[in-house]
Structures are given as structure tokens and as C-alpha cells.
Nanobody, 131 residues
Framework: QTQLVESGGGLVPPGGSLRLSCVTN????????FGWFRQAPGKEREGVSC????????DYAPSVKGRFTISRDNANKSVFLEMNNLKPEDAGVYYC????????????????????????WGKGTLVTVSS
């Protein structure tokens, strides 16, 4: 069974940084497009960032562009989300997800908030931004 496990969440003050990690046991990791979603209490889940199978294409929701960076390491079956200049509105549970489709079929819609039909999901890691 394919699993995604997130880590790296925690409590940071506004303006702080966190690096989220997602590790998978999938042998076919190079066939997967990965996305990060987040969900704040009382709000719908939203797409945050997305990365292509080879890691050469990335996309971001407008609210995080310029502050967040997504990357991947296929050799170590890992995906990362570097989050800088965090704001209180960035708080929530962050989920790693993956789908065996090409970037163009997933990512543009994902970061617009129009796509969440991913094949695999992690259980999430909590990010709290507060002073």
C-alpha cells in the first residue's frame, strides 16, 4: 500500500520559517506528480503548491508565491515544502498528496483551487503561526 508521511510542522512566530517533508514508500515515485494542500479550521482544503515528476516544473497558489518553495528528491522518495515569512493565515494542517498524472493535468488547476482528485494522501502535519 502506497503511503505518504509528512513531518516538519510546528509552532513558529509570524515571519518565521518551516520546512515540511513528505516521504513515500512508492517504488514508482518518478511517475508521481506531488502536491501540497492545507486546511485551516473551519475552511476548505486548498491547494498550495505542486511539482512535476522530474521536479523541473513547479507552481504555487498566489497567496504563497514568493514565500514557499517546493522541491523533490526522487532518489530518496521525498518532497519538501520550504515556507518562509510565514503569516497567521498560513496556519493549518498541511497534506502531502500525489497523483500518477502529468504536471499539466494536475498542477495548474490544483493551485487555482480547482483540483483535489489525488491518488494518495498523507495524514497531515500541523503548522501553527502565532506569537
Amino acid at each position: 500500500q502506497t503511503q505518504l508521511v509528512e513531518s516538519g510542522g510546528g509552532l513558529v512566530p509570524p515571519g518565521g520559517s518551516l520546512r515540511l517533508s513528505c516521504v513515500t514508500n512508492a517504488d514508482f515515485v518518478h511517475h508521481l506528480t506531488f502536491g501540497w494542500f492545507r486546511q485551516a479550521p473551519g475552511k476548505e482544503r486548498e491547494g498550495v503548491s505542486c511539482i512535476s515528476k522530474a521536479g523541473d516544473m513547479t507552481d504555487y497558489a498566489p497567496s504563497v508565491k514568493g514565500r514557499f518553495t517546493i522541491s523533490r528528491d526522487n532518489a530518496n522518495k521525498s518532497v519538501f515544502l520550504e515556507m518562509n515569512n510565514l503569516k497567521p493565515e498560513d496556519a493549518g494542517v498541511y497534506y502531502c498528496s500525489a497523483r500518477a498524472l502529468r504536471y499539466s493535468s494536475v498542477c495548474p488547476a490544483l493551485v487555482r483551487g480547482d483540483y483535489s482528485d489525488m491518488d494518495y494522501w498523507g495524514k497531515g502535519t500541523l503548522v501553527t503561526v502565532s506569537s
